[in-house]
Nanobody
Framework: QVQLVESGGGLVQPGGSLRLSCAAS????????MGWYRQAPGKQRELVTFITSGGSTNYADSVKGRFTISRDNAKNTVYLQMNSLKPEDTAVYYC??????????????WGKGTLVTVSS
């Protein structure tokens, strides 16, 4: 069993910063990639950013230049540094992991989500 535990959400004023963390634990053989998605009220879940085991990253156009993803492979943890936050960044942020739990067993997992609210 694999668990993804997110932390770091909260209320922040426009222009402020937050740092999210997501730690993966359990019967993990290797992690191919980890990332963050978000879902705002009344909207579909969307990709924010993703990082592969090799360090390649991709970002949604709406967050480029403001958000930075990084990972600590030794800790199976991914971070999301969010700067210059805008009200439209308000959403539940979900951690996602693409990983192996055994031979020929590649699976995808989601965290429970952490709420980020950007408001004055």
């Amino acid at each position: 069993q694999v668990q993804l535990v997110e932390s770091g959400g909260g209320l922040v004023q426009p222009g402020g910063s937050l740092r999210l963390s997501c730690a993966a634990s359990g019967s993990i053989v290797s992690i191919y990639g980890m990332g963050w998605y978000r879902q705002a009220p009344g909207k579909q879940r969307e990709l924010v950013t993703f990082i592969t085991s090799g360090g390649s990253t991709n970002y949604a156009d709406s967050v480029k230049g403001r958000f930075t993803i990084s990972r600590d492979n030794a800790k199976n943890t991914v971070y999301l540094q969010m700067n210059s936050l805008k009200p439209e960044d308000t959403a539940v942020y979900y951690c996602n992991a693409d990983l192996s739990v055994g031979v020929l067993r590649r699976e995808n997992y989601w965290g429970k989500g952490t709420l980020v609210t950007v408001s004055s």
